[in-house]
């Protein structure tokens, strides 16, 4: 199975019955032109977790946390034909918690 690497911060955490899924926003953003004027875009990836690793998602992850996560790239069938891709997570590294993030313009230090 293929694998690939993103990093990016988290835009969501979310629980569901089978697992639990990020949506996770590049850090690289891009312009795209619309309507004839460059506007600034994102990509947000959705990635799934299941089993032990979803739980410790689930404990270890927060919104606006900067994370790198290797995934297993699943071809998923969409009306009988294999069109839809699928990310599911197989294991993650928190590169820098949204806590630890330093202000803009100075630190995070309350006075």
Not at 17 to 22: D, L
Not at 27 to 36: T, V
Not at 43 to 58: H, N, P, R
């Amino acid at each position: 199975m293929n694998s690939v690497y993103l990093d990016g911060s988290i835009g969501r955490v979310e629980r569901k019955e089978y697992g639990v899924f990020i949506r996770l926003c590049h850090k690289e953003s891009f312009y795209s032109k619309k309507e004839g004027e460059w506007i600034k875009s994102e990509d947000w990836v959705s990635i799934g977790f299941f089993g032990k690793t979803a739980d410790a998602v689930e404990r270890q992850v927060q919104v606006g946390d900067n994370l790198i996560v290797e995934a297993a790239i699943a071809v998923w069938p969409k009306d009988g034909v294999e069109s839809r891709i699928r990310l599911n997570g197989k294991s993650f590294s928190v590169l820098l918690p949204h806590s630890m993030r330093a202000a803009p313009g100075g630190n995070n230090d309350e006075e």
